[in-house]
């Protein structure tokens, strides 16, 4: 017996000691890949000497004779820091990740590849002028740099992931941060999804009048009444509808509410305490880990520009020079249509045209799959665009027998110059230089906010598609693609575009909110982004006579919900106060308690406040309560509440209080009696999760930023050192937006937000300040992963400074690039 104790004890302690060395090889390997920010450098790719200097949040600041190798630069410390980041954003726009994580991805490449992103930016390279073509092309020089020295110097392959993921890596080309480019505008829009759910919502409705209440138009000047869908297509059934498919992994398609969002806005000399121009940028995308934002300054021929990168993108996105700021919002212009194309009943290959059948343009593409055969799939173009999969946002719910949908996209364009427009932009030194910069943009439709050193400005960039005055839906529903008054008639010339120079009241801004209503088909959109933060951003900006990059800063982290103000005293009116005395421990006590705790609220989403819990929760319930008799479970889709939905019922607009009415019961309820029912609901899930002491319930707990690796934040054991969770204040509709998953167990995580922070002031421009959600570095061992994320949380910035000599004080590395000769 002792003897065997002595053997497992030998044995046990073997195995320890085999685990911690592992363990500790498997650290060496993974520190190899961490960067040398103090070293010198020798490469023939750059003319010149040129410094990156590292400061003490791990900003690149970029010094060089020539702009050429100052883009070489910023390529190789973007491969420094992110250069697995740039892989997977590559491999999504070529469709080519289950190369590296198998078949669960095969769906995402294969819409990836349905829409060619990529050979539409191998396409527009040519299509660039001069400067962007040699930035591309030397951005691209010190990317391959930086891959070249990680395989000579065997440096741990550049990131720990790829030990993971042992495919080689490509040589980095221009038409890959086109492409790079390209898929932000795919993350940036949403309408192909809305056409689709107003289509399915339609088909679902025995009312017809409802549908603008559920998909309701953003408050100002009505339009036109829209036809229902089954008078566009009789041959489809009215029906239940089903819930939509869940996307697949890493599918850049937007879910529903999920589109780009942002804040920005400026004021003028006049509304200004230091006498200069100001302007605050906030650009709202899904939160990661890494963040999808990286802090860079560049020193050109024509001046220092410093702000907002994207790994893959050699161009400052969001940011300042001495001269000039901008901020970019999402337009929510309606820049896609979904067409209908009829098939030849004799021949498959063939769809209607406005001239007769005529064959789709076709392709084959072979799918490499990691463990698994590759898979062939044949690509299909109409005149109007790529052929989509019905499974996509469940488009076969809305396309007949005999029938295929296609997408009409601005972005699906050989001739993209958006980034040539984003690269003048930031050579631009005054407003008029940056509103001529950007006429070339096509997509993403953004709204661009600008202050130079005298005046502020907001101008509406990039294409918007023309459509006919008999288009038949007015790009609301999906149309016939063989009717040529469907069909796009090319795009409005840009000075149509809405713009405001130097407005009168010295404000301008924008929070996704309605920019112009005009009337179709003139019109920009149908569907906006916000109806709520644009209210409380008017207050905040009209409350003083002048601001200041304080009180630019107090409006960015601003979390009062005007939402809450707004349809708490609506939805409460019946129930304040009025029900009787109940003992402790009964449902309706703590109903009286969650009633009392929000008619003393002042609808400030802080953190630590049990009310916005309790807020957030009846809301949910009470939307879910109101549609899921109607619709049945594709109100499973309205994952996110719509206020102005709410309050339309709730004022009975239009004869909207229908919908408090259950159909299937046979006592009329009233909107009072969902209000009551709903808030019991919201109750009593919360107690299943957080406890039954309301009072002790904190907002931070459900309201958590998640900050999710892609691909490694679901392995077990390493999602704890590479996601980052916090609790965070905001909401929905707040201007410090924290817009909530709304699926799964945990619907009031906040995983879309501002990964970027700016405010700039030019009276005194070094002063001013920004930050990103997470840190510099995307590697998980580096001290700069996650280091700027709880300044982010806390609401705190970094100096953003373009002095030379600030840059270099305590700069934690100094990067020397030099040509071979010295």
Known sequence: MTLLIQWLLRIASALVILSVCAVIFIYYLASRSLPDYDKILQTSAVSASVDIVRDNANVPHIFGETDQDVFFALGYAHAQDRLWQMIMLRRTVQGRLSEALGTQTLETDTLMRRLDLAGHARASVSAQDAGTLVALKAYANGVNTRIDEINLNALGRGAPELFMFPQSIAPWVPADSIGIQ??????????????????????????????????????????????????????????????????????????????GASNAWAAATSRSASGGTLLASDPHLGLSAPAIWYLA????????VIGGTIPGIPAIITGRSDALGWGLTAAHADDQDLFIEELNPDNSQEYRTPNGFAPFKTRKSIISIKDAAPVTVTLSWTEN???????????????????????????????????????????????????????????????????????????????????????????????????????????????????????????????????????????????????????????????????????????????????????????GADLWFTSEAAPDGTRERQRQRALTLLSEWNGEMNEHLPEPLLFAAWMRALQDR??????????????????????????????????????????????????????????????????????????????????????????????????????????????????????????????????????????????????????????????FYDDLAQLWRRGEYIPMSLDIDLARAAAVGVTRILPPDR
């Open 626 to 783: 109101l549609i899921r008799d109607q619709i049945g479970p594709l109100a499973d889709s309205f994952t996110h509440v719509d206020p102005v939905f709410i309050e339309r019922v709730f004022r009975d607009i239009d004869g909207a209080s229908a919908w408090c009415d259950v159909r299937q019961s046979a006592p009329r309820e009233t909107c009072a009696d969902m209000a009551r029912r709903a808030l019991d609901d919201a109750l009593i899930s919360i107690e299943e999760r957080y406890g039954s002491q309301i009072e002790a319930l904190r907002w931070g707990d459900a309201h958590q930023a998640v900050h999710n690796h892609q691909v490694l934040g679901n392995v077990p054991i390493l999602r704890f050192f590479v996601n980052i969770r916090q609790s965070t204040s905001g909401g929905d509709n707040t201007l410090q937006r924290g817009l909530t998953r709304g699926t799964g167990p945990r619907p009031f995580e906040n995983v879309h937000a501002a990964g970027y922070r700016g405010v700039y002031d030019f009276a005194d421009p070094d002063s001013s300040v920004f930050i990103i959600s997470t840190g510099q570095s995307g590697h998980f061992l580096s001290r």
């Open 297 to 304: 300054r560049m020193e050109l021929q024509t001046g220092g």
């Open 385 to 571: 665009g790529p052929v989509l999969p019905g499974s996509l946002y469940n488009i076969a719910a809305v396309t007949p027998p005999g029938h295929v949908a296609a997408l009409g996209w601005t972005a699906l364009s050989d001739k993209d110059t958006s980034l040539s427009a984003i690269m003048g932009l930031m050579r631009a030194r005054t407003i008029g230089a940056a509103v001529a910069s950007t006429e070339s943009h096509i997509a993403p439709v953004l709204n661009l906010t600008l202050a130079d050193k005298e005046n502020i400005a907001l101008k509406v960039i990039g294409k918007l598609p023309r459509r006919d005055a008999k288009h038949q839906s007015k790009g609301r529903l999906p149309s016939l693609g063989w009717r040529t008054e469907n069909r796009w008639q090319g795009t409005f010339p840009y000075p149509t575009n809405p713009g405001f120079v130097s407005p009168l009241g010295g404000i301008v801004g924008n929070t996704n909110n309605k920019v112009v209503d005009r009337p179709f088909p003139l019109h920009m959109s149908y569907v906006w982004g916000d109806s709520q933060r644009v209210e409380r951003w008017r207050r905040l900006m009209q409350a003083r006579e002048v601001h200041t990059r304080d009180s630019f800063v107090e409006a960015q982290l601003d979390t009062v919900s005007y939402t809450a103000r707004a349809l708490l005293p609506l939805v």
């Open 182 to 259: 390209k898929l932000m505008a795919l993350q940036m829009t949403g309408h192909l999804e809305n056409e689709v759910l107003r289509a399915r919502v339609s088909l679902a409705l025995s009312d017809q009048k409802r549908l603008d209440d559920i998909l309701p138009l953003a408050p100002g000047t009505g339009v036109a009444a829209l036809p229902e869908y089954a008078a566009l297509m009789p041959d489809m059934p009215r029906y239940a509808a089903s819930d939509t498919a869940p996307l697949s992994p890493l599918s850049p398609f937007p879910r529903y509410g999920m589109a």
